[in-house]
């Protein structure tokens, strides 16, 4: 799972190959469920399907957070609708670094369901139009649906319960604000699970919105035997895992509920202030 990441230059390239890659628009803004379609339908990368974070990255917000995953049985209807197999390469992409619903994608379809072959676009939309990459109007064209049937591997996961119970070092992807509890713009209680550390997902992207180094990341990202990570609900956690990989080092598991569903236990405890 070395190669995670695919420059604009190759991802054009690849385009013109013998086996191009399913490009899945994953664009999205938290709060406006229909926003993803619009952006997609305004303007997107030749051949790429609209990937939906509410609809298709997650089931229906309640008890388990408010981005708990899709069943495996609606994650495959998912994939195999898409098109998606094991023996075509897939690049997921949004225009905010991969930060709100590519990595999770990527996380989704790589680490959970398997597929061998998943990229994320480093610099996403933004790289792509800077290397003079057009972007095309017009309805979706649906593809030849697979027959796919993923290999889940719930390991990748952990519960609220293990979480609270676990030694793991475990690493929030939110803000330094919000994570001290000083601000919280989306949930009813603000705050950080007791233990954790702050490692906010934007910290792993240079000012361009790319990536940083596998050995920049390596030196920054927190070390301990086993890590757990989560943020507000289960989608920008995989910002951190993903730089894990690019790091070479080994992947943290997801904690899919992630704080949205830590608090609706009020027995769980809360932390605030400082960035532990």
């Not at 803004?29 to 997107?44: C, V």
């Not at 609606?74 to 905010?96: E, K």
């Not at 509920?257 to 960035?275: F, K, N």
């Amino acid at each position: 799972m070395s190669q995670v990441l695919i420059s604009a230059r190759e991802l054009a390239e690849s385009l013109l190959g013998r086996n191009p890659p399913s490009i899945l628009d994953c664009r999205a803004r938290l709060g406006d469920g229909d926003a993803g379609r619009r952006l997609w339908e305004a303007g997107h990368v030749p051949g790429s399907l609209h990937l939906d974070l509410d609809r298709d990255l997650a089931a229906e917000p309640g008890e388990s957070g408010r981005h708990p995953l899709p069943s495996r049985e609606a994650f495959t209807g998912t994939l195999q609708r898409l098109g998606i197999s094991p023996h075509v390469p897939v690049v997921v992409l949004d225009d905010m670094g991969g930060q709100l619903a590519a990595a999770r994608a990527w996380w989704m379809l790589a680490v959970w369901a398997g597929h061998p072959d998943v990229r994320v676009l480093d610099g996403g939309l933004r790289a792509w139009q800077e290397e003079g990459g057009e972007l095309v109007l017009g309805q979706e064209v649906r593809p030849e649906p697979s027959r796919w049937q993923p290999s889940f591997d719930d390991r990748a996961i952990m519960s609220a319960d293990e979480v609270f119970s676990g030694r793991e070092l475990k690493l929030d992807a939110r803000s330094e604000e919000r994570f001290r509890g000083e601000v919280e713009p989306i949930d009813p209680v603000a705050g950080h699970i007791p233990g954790a550390v702050c490692r906010p997902s934007s910290a792993n992207l240079t000012e361009t919105g790319r990536f940083k180094t596998p050995e920049v990341l390596d030196g920054e990202l927190p070390r301990d035997e086993a890590v757990v990570a989560y943020c507000g609900s289960g989608v920008t956690a995989c910002h951190n895992v993903l730089a894990y990989t690019i790091a070479g080092r080994p992947l943290p598991r997801l904690y899919p509920g992630s704080w949205s569903e830590w608090i609706r236990d009020p027995s769980r405890p809360v932390a605030r202030g400082g960035l532990r």
